[in-house]
């Protein structure tokens, strides 16, 4: 079992910057990438940014150019610096661990941190 745990949401203004974190815990072994998506009321959970451990990082549309994604591997940690916020990046933010098992590929979701950005 893995758990993870985000943290850094809230509520901000158009153009601030907020900067997510998301600890892991548990059966850690095997991880491959963390990352992030996003999910705003009524649309499909979408990507946001994504790194694997050999630092290959995949960054959605939306994001590019205002977010950037780090990892500390040691830590099994993985954060969402996010910059010039704007209403549309108004969602739920999951964060995303996947894992290379035995029997295959593994996807693990953390609750979710609610990101709101007002006009």
């Known amino acids: 079992q893995v758990q993870l745990v985000e943290s850094g949401g809230g509520l901000v203004q158009a153009g601030e910057s907020l900067r997510l974190s998301c600890e892991a815990s548990?059966?850690?072994?095997?991880?491959?990438?963390m990352g992030w998506f996003r999910q705003a009321p009524g649309k499909q959970r979408e990507l946001v940014a994504i790194?694997?451990?050999?630092?290959?990082?995949t960054v959605g549309e939306s994001a590019k150019g205002r977010f950037a994604i780090s990892r500390d591997i040691a830590k099994n940690t993985v954060y969402l610096q996010m910059n010039g916020l704007k209403v549309g990046d108004s969602a739920v933010y999951y964060c995303?661990?996947?894992?290379?098992?035995?029997?295959?590929?593994?996807?693990?979701w953390g609750q979710g941190t609610q990101v709101t950005v007002s006009s």
């Open positions: 995303y661990m996947q894992r290379s098992l035995s029997h295959g590929l593994q996807s693990s």
């Open positions: 548990g059966s850690t072994f095997g991880v491959t990438a």
């Open positions: 790194q694997s451990n050999n630092g290959q990082t």
